[in-house]
């Protein structure tokens, strides 16, 4: 039984430039969450997707965005990268978008210089 | 506003040496109150979901409890194994996201 598998594992972009991010989720999973966690830090919610909508967004600008595809993978886009946005990038999958356990990936580092 | 805070930030422990780690939280109605162990570099692995005071839940040498304000996850007699990063995260009836705290860095030496 596959878990949550996201790609790429470690990227290194340049300020201004822009970085999609991949997630497949667990099997039988509809929901996909993203996070950011920075140095130290918990997760923050960044968005979630569930029937291909963005259901909820935390507290992030519009340069974050996603997908949602009719097998229920996501991608994470972020433009014009900062220097603050060097995270861990951590997707998670539930069945259903309220009240259930969520499992996550290993994520995806990325750093931007 | 829904928040999480979890004590202490390090925790050394020896080999055997059982203790607590604290979560305490203030949410506008708690859904579930979720705990997961995270290794350096890896993505969060969930450990246990509590739903309601008095529950208790456990694995191996971890047991998880919960009251209105706060969650305990209690380690009996650790090993080295069980160094982590542990998280506490809530989420709330009138939302989607869940709210983690900074976590709780054991080390269990041997």
């Known amino acids: 039984d596959a878990g949550v598998t996201q790609s790429p594992t470690h990227l290194i972009k340049t300020r201004g430039q822009q970085v999609t991010l991949r997630c497949s989720p667990k099997?039988?999973?509809?929901?996909v969450s993203w996070y950011q966690q920075a140095l130290g830090q918990g997760p923050q919610f960044i968005f979630q997707?569930?029937?291909?909508?963005?259901?909820q967004r935390g507290n992030f600008p519009d340069r974050f965005s996603g997908h949602q595809f009719p097998n229920y993978s996501s991608e994470l886009n972020v433009n014009a990268l900062l220097l603050g946005d060097s995270a861990l990038y951590l997707c998670?999958?539930?069945?259903?978008?309220?009240?259930?356990?969520?499992?996550f990936g290993e994520g995806s580092w990325l750093t931007v210089v | 506003e829904d928040q999480v805070t979890q004590s202490p930030e390090a925790l050394r422990l020896q080999e055997g040496e059982s203790s607590s780690l604290n979560c305490s939280y203030t949410?506008?109605?708690?859904?579930?109150l979720f705990w997961y162990r995270q290794d350096p570099g890896k993505g969060p692995e969930f450990l246990f979901t509590?739903?309601?005071a008095g529950e208790e839940k456990e694995k191996e040498r971890l047991k998880a409890t919960l009251t209105k304000k706060e969650s305990f996850l209690h380690i009996t007699a650790p090993k080295p194994e069980d160094s982590a990063t542990y998280l506490c995260?809530?989420?709330?009836?009138?939302?989607?996201?869940?709210?983690f705290g900074t976590g709780t860095s054991l080390t269990v030496i041997p």
């Open positions: 998670a999958s539930s069945s259903g978008h309220r009240g259930n356990t969520i499992y």
């Open positions: 099997s039988g999973h509809d929901t």
């Open positions: 997707y569930y029937e291909e909508e963005e259901r």
């Open positions: 949410v506008s109605g708690l859904r579930g």
């Open positions: 509590l739903y309601s």
């Open positions: 995260a809530v989420q709330a009836n009138t939302g989607n996201q869940f709210y």
